[in-house]
């Protein structure tokens, strides 16, 4: 996710993570561990004891959707998540979350809730960028960006696949994000997410971004922010009306790693 850094010295391990939303949902329903220990064990009620029966992590990015107060609790809170798979593959995209449970809330955080990466847009108003200037020390031009690059589509010369209602469900094969029945001409998508970090950056993999369609220009609904150098989080509410969408991508530095993606509709 950089500009100009070899993607064979570094490569982000990431993993995107989007759901649909009825209208007018402007929260950010993602959670992620915040912990010394860099984890947190999810349970369920059983009987008269809590069992323990998983444990999201940190260090492998594991993200979730808050739900609710877990219920008759005052310290813990119900998540859903998705299940990863035990083998790593280069690339790796989930369309289901069948996992839930509850975490207590002091080991988690919403990763809006995080210190968030300063905002503003490049000169011809089509990247986002993002630069964290949580330390004045270091020099502006060693500061770790995230840089969103928006164009207008071409995805109506691509093939596309629709429901029995007419609903766009897949463009070249692709779910597609962000459109209903018929692509409008003023169609928009994510061309690329760049990650710039002193000695090392890297560029999104196609699968990553392909049909992310109307993307916000609204720093109210997309923000970057971070645990640290190694945790980084992107998150977009896109679209607008019944296709809004919320998508967020967790970014994890590390040479030498392949990414992963999970995707839940």
Request: charged share 30%.
């Amino acid at each position: 996710m950089m500009i100009s850094v070899s993607k064979a010295l570094y490569i982000s391990v990431f993993s995107i993570f989007s759901v649909a939303f009825a209208k007018g949902q402007n929260k950010v329903p993602f959670g992620v561990v915040k912990a010394e220990e860099g984890y947190a064990m999810v349970r369920v009620h059983k009987d008269d004891y809590r069992k323990i029966v998983d444990k999201i992590r940190m260090k492998t990015g594991d993200v979730f959707i808050y739900e609710k107060p877990a219920p008759g609790e005052t310290e813990w809170i119900w998540i859903k998540y998705p299940e990863r798979e035990d083998t790593e593959k280069p690339f790796v995209r989930y369309d289901s979350i069948t996992k839930e449970g509850m975490v207590n809330k002091n080991r988690v955080v919403f990763v809006d809730k995080l210190p968030q990466f300063t905002p503003s847009k490049s000169k011809n108003g089509k990247s986002l960028i993002f630069t964290d200037d949580s330390n004045p020390k270091i020099p502006g031009n060693q500061r770790t960006k995230v840089i969103i690059d928006v164009y207008p589509s071409y995805a109506k010369i691509k093939k596309q696949e629709k429901d029995a209602e007419g609903n766009i469900l897949k463009v070249d094969k692709v779910k597609a994000w962000g459109v209903g029945k018929e692509l409008p001409e003023d169609l928009t998508e994510i061309k690329s997410v760049r990650v710039q970090q002193p000695g090392r950056g890297s560029v999104f993999v196609r699968d990553a971004i392909k049909n992310m369609f109307q993307p916000t220009m609204d720093f109210n609904n997309v923000g970057v922010t971070a645990i640290d150098n190694d945790h980084i989080f992107l998150y977009m509410i896109n679209g607008s009306g019944q296709n809004r969408y919320t998508t967020i991508w967790t970014i994890k530095q590390g040479k030498g790693r392949k990414p992963d993606h999970f995707q839940k509709s």
